[in-house]
Nanobody, 113 residues
Framework: QVQLVESGGGLVQAGGSLRLSCIASRLSFSIMRWYRQAPGKERELVAD???????NYADSVKGRFTASKDNAKNTMYLQMNSLKPEDTAIYYC?????????WGQGTQVTVSS
C-alpha cells in the first residue's frame, strides 16, 4: 500500500512563505503534481514536475511558487512565497506510477490579509 504524507501547511500572513512536503512510502513515480482546492471551488493543478517534462505552474502562482523533488527520497516539495489570501486552500500532492495514482491526505494553507 503506497501512502503519501504531506506536511508544512499552516496559517501565514499575506506576503509570507510556506514550504509543503510530500513523502511517498515507497516506489518512484513518473508523474508528480501539486493540486489545491479552495472552499466552493474545483480542485486545480498548481504545479507539475513530472519526469521528462518541464516544470509547469498555474498562471496564478508563477513566479511565487517553486516545485522541486528528491527522487532518491521519493519526496517532493512546494515552496510558496509571497502568499496571497486567494492562495488559501487545501493542498494535495499527487503521484502516479501508471496506471496507479495516489493522493496525499491534504494540508490546509490559510493566508490572512
Amino acid at each position: 500500500q503506497v501512502q503519501l504524507v504531506e506536511s508544512g501547511g499552516g496559517l501565514v500572513q499575506a506576503g509570507g512563505s510556506l514550504r509543503l512536503s510530500c513523502i511517498a512510502s515507497r516506489l518512484s513515480f513518473s508523474i508528480m503534481r501539486w493540486y489545491r482546492q479552495a472552499p466552493g471551488k474545483e480542485r486545480e493543478l498548481v504545479a507539475d514536475i513530472s519526469f521528462g517534462r518541464n516544470t509547469n505552474y498555474a498562471d496564478s502562482v508563477k513566479g511565487r511558487f517553486t516545485a522541486s523533488k528528491d527522487n532518491a527520497k521519493n519526496t517532493m516539495y512546494l515552496q510558496m512565497n509571497s502568499l496571497k489570501p486567494e492562495d488559501t486552500a487545501i493542498y494535495y500532492c499527487n503521484m502516479c506510477r501508471l496506471p496507479n495514482c495516489y493522493w496525499g491526505q491534504g494540508t490546509q494553507v490559510t493566508v490572512s490579509s
